[in-house]
């Protein structure tokens, strides 16, 4: 079963963050231009029916546009469709990430209302920089469950402003791959660990990335380590609602 649907392949790079971006580099390596932005032949699997039933189950969680940004200006054209798709099914639950935050509000269905409960949007902020130009404009939007990527991480930020609003249900954080990697410094993971411990948000180390300093010292890690280091680390903060209507550590 697939945990990914990509109804668009091919991107433009926005930010700090897609300096070494892994579609660029995975492309490029197939002599593939990843600026070439085009439907794939995957673009309506949340519709599509095979021998016992739908592709995607009832129930699913899907992460979309994995190899593209959902809210690139390119695929304004298709968009619509895709929605109606998500619309469509209600009981799989659509997790979006984007760098084009900016976009998100003149990019929303006519019929969203104050969001629609089977989609969670994540806004990626590499840095103090992009956390700051996104993240006022994020929590304004209507959206039913938002969360926050610092991935790749590349520097120490302090999102606890955004935090305390309350809005943001988890912070995941990560370092860059690839033989260029930029580094990830623990101490920034650690404070960013910290301001979701005092707002009670959950918190994700997912990855090391390829090029970690931790006291000082730089590790040099292969992609096949970068996870299980992280999980490793046993830093992950999950809050559960107690009966009272407030939070304690799950
Ligand atoms: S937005 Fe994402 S997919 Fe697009 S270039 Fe940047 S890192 Fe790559």
Same mark, same amino acid.
């Given at each position: 079963?697939?945990?990914?649907?990509?109804?668009?392949?091919?991107?433009?790079?926005?930010?700090?963050?897609?300096?070494?971006?892994?579609?660029?580099?995975?492309?490029?390596?197939?002599?593939?231009?990843?600026?070439?932005?085009?439907?794939?032949?995957?673009?309506?699997?949340?519709?599509?029916?095979?021998?016992?039933?739908?592709?995607?189950?009832?129930?699913?969680?899907?992460?979309?546009?994995?190899?593209?940004?959902?809210?690139?200006?390119?695929?304004?054209?298709?968009?619509?469709?895709?929605?109606?798709?998500?619309?469509?099914?209600?009981?799989?639950?659509?997790?979006?990430?984007?760098?084009?935050?900016?976009?998100?509000?003149?990019?929303?269905?006519?019929?969203?209302?104050?969001? /629609?409960?089977?989609?969670?949007?994540?806004?990626?902020?590499?840095?103090?920089?992009?956390?700051?130009?996104?993240?006022?404009?994020?929590?304004?939007?209507?959206?039913?469950?938002?969360?926050?990527?610092?991935?790749?991480?590349?520097?120490?930020?302090?999102?606890?402003?955004?935090?305390?609003?309350?809005?943001?249900?988890?912070?995941?954080?990560?370092?860059?791959?690839?033989?260029?990697?930029?580094?990830?410094?623990?101490? /920034?993971?650690?404070?960013?660990?910290?301001?979701?411990?005092?707002?009670?948000?959950?918190?994700?180390?997912?990855?090391?990335?390829?090029?970690?300093?931790?006291?000082?010292?730089?590790?040099?890690?292969?992609?096949?380590?970068?996870?299980?280091?992280?999980?490793?680390?046993?830093?992950?903060?999950? /809050?559960?609602?107690?009966?009272?209507?407030?939070?304690?550590?799950?």
């Amino acid at each position: 079963m697939k945990d990914t649907w990509n109804p668009w392949h091919g991107c433009r790079k926005i930010s700090e963050g897609c300096a070494h971006c892994y579609m660029y580099r995975r492309d490029l390596s197939v002599g593939r231009d990843p600026t070439q932005i085009e439907k794939t032949a995957d673009f309506a699997l949340p519709m599509k029916k095979g021998k016992n039933g739908w592709k995607i189950p009832d129930g699913s969680s899907i992460f979309t546009c994995m190899t593209s940004d959902f809210f690139l200006e390119q695929a304004d054209s298709w968009r619509a469709e895709a929605w109606e798709m998500i619309r469509v099914r209600k009981s799989v639950h659509f997790f979006i990430i984007t760098k084009r935050v900016l976009r998100i509000g003149a990019c929303l269905p006519p019929d969203w209302g104050e969001g /629609w409960e089977n989609v969670s949007i994540g806004a990626t902020a590499e840095n103090q920089k992009r956390l700051d130009q996104r993240l006022d404009e994020f929590l304004a939007l209507p959206l039913k469950h938002r969360f926050l990527v610092c991935e790749p991480m590349l520097g120490n930020m302090d999102a606890e402003k955004y935090l305390a609003t309350g809005k943001i249900r988890r912070v995941i954080a990560g370092g860059e791959s690839g033989p260029e990697a930029q580094e990830l410094d623990y101490d /920034w993971v650690l404070n960013l660990r910290e301001q979701c411990l005092r707002t009670r948000t959950d918190f994700h180390f997912k990855q090391t990335g390829a090029n970690f300093i931790k006291d000082g010292k730089r590790y040099r890690l292969e992609r096949a380590l970068q996870m299980p280091q992280a999980r490793r680390a046993r830093i992950d903060l999950s /809050w559960e609602k107690d009966d009272e209507g407030g939070t304690r550590m799950g």
